[in-house]
Nanobody, 113 residues
Framework: QVQLVESGGGLVQPGGPLRLSCAAS????????MGWYRQAPGKERELVAT???????NYADSVKGRFTISRDNAKSTVYLQMNSLKPEDTAVYYC???????WGQGTQVTVSP
């Protein structure tokens, strides 16, 4: 069965970096576009970044220039490098396989002094 396991979240000060990982299993990873999403308290889940099978990337305007999505097909893992973090980046972060309905448990990112 499809599994998406996010990790790497935590508490970080404004301006700091954090790297999230999403380990995927149950499908042929290299065949699928992957994405990172986030959901802040009281808000809708929103798209953060996507990476295609050809490694083409796309970012939400709010994270452009600060976040970088990448993938390692050999490890079936997608990453999100987050730099210059802001308090408004605080959310639970999830990865997703294309537009499929499966979601992992998410990883909490809290940006606070």
């Amino acid at each position: 069965q499809v599994q998406l396991v996010e990790s790497g979240g935590g508490l970080v000060q404004p301006g700091g970096p954090l790297r999230l990982s999403c380990a995927a299993s149950g499908f042929i990873f290299r065949y699928y576009d992957m994405g990172w999403y986030r959901q802040a308290p009281g808000k809708e889940r929103e798209l953060v970044a996507t990476i295609t099978t050809a490694r083409s990337t796309n970012y939400a305007d709010s994270v452009k220039g600060r976040f970088t999505i990448s993938r390692d097909n050999a490890k079936s893992t997608v990453y999100l490098q987050m730099n210059s973090l802001k308090p408004e980046d605080t959310a639970v972060y999830y990865c997703r396989r294309g537009s499929r309905p499966e979601w992992g448990q998410g990883t909490q990112v809290t940006v606070s002094p």
